[in-house]
């Protein structure tokens, strides 16, 4: 499945934006899906992702500023930013996880994110 995502801007230091990863059938139990961010001369991070347990697994940098809603209904798997900071501009790619063997399976193309100070 080619998840595609959607929502990404331009958002001063301190504000917010909604990503949203759209999945056809693939959200739900036994299915893994992340976020994962590329910042220009950075290698790409975790930004959160699901395990095969159902955990929501986020990265250092973005505890307890960044929310994840899943919507199995619609098949989407959004995250929500809060208190946008400079260093969270990045591409930020949404992807499907192989829950077994922790890989990922398919990325989205991107979707750019720019927080201003």
């Known amino acids: 499945v080619q998840p595609v995502e959607s929502g990404g801007g331009s958002v001063q230091a301190g504000g917010s934006l909604r990503l949203s990863c759209f999945a056809a059938?693939?959200?739900?139990?036994?299915?893994?899906m992340g976020w994962f961010r590329e910042a220009p001369g950075k290698e790409r991070e975790k930004v959160a992702l699901?395990?095969?347990?159902?955990?929501?697994i986020f990265g250092d940098s973005v505890k307890g500023r960044f929310r994840i809603s899943i919507d199995n209904a619609k098949s989407t798997f959004d995250l929500q930013m809060t208190s946008l900071k400079a260093e969270d501009t990045a591409m930020y790619y949404c992807?499907?996880?192989?829950?077994?063997?922790?890989?990922?399976?398919?990325w989205g193309q991107g979707t750019q994110v720019t927080v201003s100070s």
């Open positions: 992807a499907t996880i192989l829950c077994d063997r922790g890989v990922v399976e398919a």
């Open positions: 059938g693939y959200t739900g139990i036994g299915h893994c």
């Open positions: 699901t395990d095969k347990g159902g955990n929501i």
